[in-house]
Nanobody
Framework: QEQLVESGGGSVQAGGSLRLSCAAS????????MGWFRQAPGKEREAVAF??????SYTDSVKGRFAISRDNAKNTLYLQMNSLKPEDTAIYYC????????????????????WGQGTQVTVSS
């Protein structure tokens, strides 16, 4: 059974750092695009960062502060978050997208195949 399990969330002060992890199982991890999404209270879920086996991409609000990476040997996805801001407060979800070649070809959440349960990140000012 396919499963994604996030960890590493918590509460930090503005300017601090957190590293999220997402352990994947039950499918061919290296063949999937992987991504992080987040949902703040009262807002829609939004894409944060994507990574396939060739490149990564970020939403503008996190560029230069967040870094996505993946370890295909460990079936694990990471999100290093630095210089955190109160507006980064949200539940963070990892997700997997099946596509030809494993490329990240869609940011439409309806296209993504597997989702984790989410981990809370709270940034205080």
């Amino acid at each position: 059974q396919e499963q994604l399990v996030e960890s590493g969330g918590g509460s930090v002060q503005a300017g601090g750092s957190l590293r999220l992890s997402c352990a994947a199982s039950g499918y061919s991890y290296s063949e999937y695009c992987m991504g992080w999404f987040r949902q703040a209270p009262g807002k829609e879920r939004e894409a944060v960062a994507f990574i396939d086996n060739q490149r990564s991409s970020y939403t503008d609000s996190v560029k230069g502060r967040f870094a996505i990476s993946r370890d295909n040997a460990k079936n694990t996805l990471y999100l290093q978050m630095n210089s955190l801001k109160p507006e980064d407060t949200a539940i963070y979800y990892c997700a997997a997208l099946r596509s030809d070649g494993g490329y990240c070809i869609s940011n439409d959440m309806d296209d993504w195949n597997y989702w984790g349960q989410g981990t809370q990140v709270t940034v205080s000012s």
